[in-house]
C-alpha cells in the first residue's frame, strides 16, 4: 500500500474512533440527559439562527432585540449545562467531535486533492506596459511605491488621470498599437477586468497588481494582496496560467456578476463609502417583501425561479462557502458558477449560515447563463461595479482567454477545505483496499 493511501487510512480510522469516543462519553457520563442536552443545544441553535434572520430582515428596534437575541441565547445554553454539572463532559465530547472532523477532512483532502492549474515558465518581456490607478485601494500605488518599483524592473508606467473619466480599454489598446508585450494593471477588479478584455483579444499577457479594495482575483490567482508590489516579481521570475475570462451583457468580469439584493445594494451611492452599513441598512427591505425586478435565469439545463439574489461567477465558488461569495480553487474549468439565493424563513436562513446544501440556496455550473426579469433594466454588479443592463442578460465563460503572468512563488494558493463525507470516511477506515 502507498504511503499516501495509508496515511488516509489511519486518518479516517482517527476520525471514526473519534467520532465513537465522544458519543460513549456523553452516554457514560451524562446517560439519559444526554437528549436533555442535545435538546437544549438544539434550541440554542435554532433561536441564534431566527435572531440572526431577525437582524438582516428587520431594522429599528426588533434589529436591536434580535441582536440581544443571538447574544443571550449562547449563555443559556452555557448557563444549562453548568446547572447538569456536566460542562466538563460537553466540553470533553466537543474537543473529540472537532478531532473527528479535522482528521476526517484530512482523510478527504488527501483522498480527493485537486490538480492545480498548470502554469508554464513565462516568456522575456522586451516592452511591458502597466497601467496604474493612482487612486485604487486609498492610494497604494504610492504607498508601495509602485510605480518605481515598476521602472527598476524595466516597466513602463502610464498613470490614469485625476480628473474626468478614463476610457481605460481604449488606454490600453493605444499601449498595445505602440509596441507593449505585456499589459498589467494596478487598480481594482472593475479595472483589471477592462484591460484583461483586451490583452485577451491580441493574446497578450497580462500582469496582475492587486492595488485595489479587496482584489478577488488576485486573490484566486494566489497572489499577495497585503504588499502588491510583490507581483511585480513575475517581470523577471514569472509564470503563466491559462485563465478563464467572462463576459456579462457584453462587459468583461474576472469575479462574478450578481443580481437582484446584492446588485441593488451595490446601486447605492452610500455603498462604495460604507459598504456594511449600507448592506445592513438595505437588506431588510429587500429580503422582505423584495420589491426589485422578478428574476429568473436558465444556467445549461437548470432553472432559477424568481431569486432574491443571484450571483454567476467565472469559475464556481467552494461549495462550503455560504452563498458562494469566498473563493475559488480553479480559475481554468471553462464553466460559470451560478448560486440563487431565495430566503423566507429562519430555518432557512439557518441552513444558509451552516454552508452546503440548504432550501435556500441553489448551485448549478454551465457554460453559459441567462438572466430575464419582467422590468426591461435591470440592475447588475460586474465585480463590484454598478450598472443597469437591458434584459435579457447573456453572460458566458471564454475558456483559456487569459494569460495571465503570476509570480513563480505566490503565498496564497487556495486548495477548498472538503465537506465532511461519512460515508467516504467509513469506506477509508473500515476497508484495507481502495
Known amino acids: 500500500m502507498e504511503p499516501t493511501m495509508r496515511g488516509q487510512r489511519w486518518l479516517a480510522r482517527a476520525s471514526l474512533a473519534s467520532a465513537a469516543a465522544a458519543v460513549l462519553v456523553l452516554a457514560v457520563f451524562a446517560g439519559f440527559r444526554t437528549f436533555a442536552l442535545l435538546g437544549v443545544g438544539l434550541a440554542g441553535l435554532a433561536i441564534t439562527a431566527a435572531a440572526v434572520w431577525w437582524i438582516l430582515s428587520r431594522r429599528g428596534l ?3 432585540l434580535a441582536v440581544l437575541l443571538a447574544l443571550t441565547a449562547p449563555i443559556w445554553v452555557v448557563v444549562e449545562f453548568t446547572r447538569a454539572r456536566l460542562s466538563w463532559v460537553v466540553v470533553a465530547s466537543g ?14 483532502a488527501r483522498h480527493t486533492v485537486p490538480d492545480p492549474m498548470p502554469e508554464r515558465p513565462a516568456a522575456a518581456f522586451r516592452h511591458p ?7 485604487s ?8 511605491a509602485l510605480r518605481e518599483r515598476a521602472g527598476e524592473l524595466g516597466a513602463e508606467v502610464v498613470l490614469l488621470e485625476w480628473r474626468g473619466e478614463t476610457d481605460v480599454a481604449a488606454l490600453a489598446r493605444k499601449c498595445a498599437a505602440e509596441g507593449a508585450d505585456l499589459l498589467g494593471v494596478a487598480g481594482g477588479d472593475g479595472t483589471q477586468a477592462l484591460v484583461a478584455e483586451v490583452a485577451a483579444a491580441l493574446d497578450l ?45 457584453g462587459r468583461p468580469f474576472v469575479n462574478n456578476v450578481s443580481f437582484g439584493a446584492y446588485a441593488e445594494v451595490v446601486q447605492s451611492p452610500a455603498y462604495r463609502d460604507d459598504k456594511r452599513r449600507t448592506t445592513l441598512k438595505l437588506l431588510p427591505d429587500l429580503l422582505v417583501g423584495h420589491g426589485g425586478a422578478r428574476l429568473t435565469a436558465h444556467a445549461g439545463d437548470h432553472e432559477f425561479s424568481e431569486p ?9 465558488y467552494g461549495t462550503n462557502d455560504v452563498a458562494g461569495l469566498g473563493r475559488r480553487t480553479r480559475l481554468d474549468a471553462g464553466v460559470l458558477g451560478c448560486v440563487g439565493v431565495r430566503v423566507t424563513s429562519a430555518a432557512q436562513a439557518a441552513g444558509l449560515l451552516g454552508g452546503g446544501q440548504s432550501a435556500g440556496l441553489t448551485r448549478a455550473t454551465a457554460a453559459s447563463v441567462v438572466v430575464d426579469a419582467d422590468q426591461e433594466e435591470i440592475p447588475v454588479g460586474i465585480d463590484g461595479e454598478a450598472v443597469r443592463l437591458g434584459v435579457p442578460v447573456h453572460c458566458e465563460v471564454r475558456p483559456g482567454a487569459l494569460r495571465v503572468i ?29
Open 406 to 434: 503570476v509570480p513563480r512563488l505566490r503565498p496564497g494558493t487556495y486548495r477548498e477545505r472538503p465537506r465532511l463525507d461519512w460515508r467516504l470516511i467509513g469506506r477509508l477506515g473500515l476497508t484495507s483496499r481502495r
Open 205 to 249: 499577457p497580462f500582469l496582475v497588481i492587486p492595488a485595489g479594495t479587496r482584489n478577488h482575483f488576485a486573490l484566486d490567482l494566489g497572489l499577495d494582496r497585503e504588499d502588491p508590489s510583490k507581483a511585480l516579481d513575475a517581470l523577471h521570475d514569472g509564470v503563466e496560467l491559462r485563465v478563464d475570462l467572462g463576459r456579462a451583457g
Open 129 to 135: 506596459v502597466l497601467i496604474m490607478n493612482p487612486r
Open 62 to 64: 426588533l434589529r436591536i
Open 308 to 316: 432574491q439574489a443571484l450571483l454567476v461567477s467565472n469559475n464556481p
Open 137 to 144: 485601494g486609498g492610494g497604494k500605488v504610492r504607498r508601495f
Open 95 to 108: 474537543v473529540l467531535w472537532l478531532l473527528s472532523a479535522g482528521t476526517g477532512r484530512a482523510a478527504i
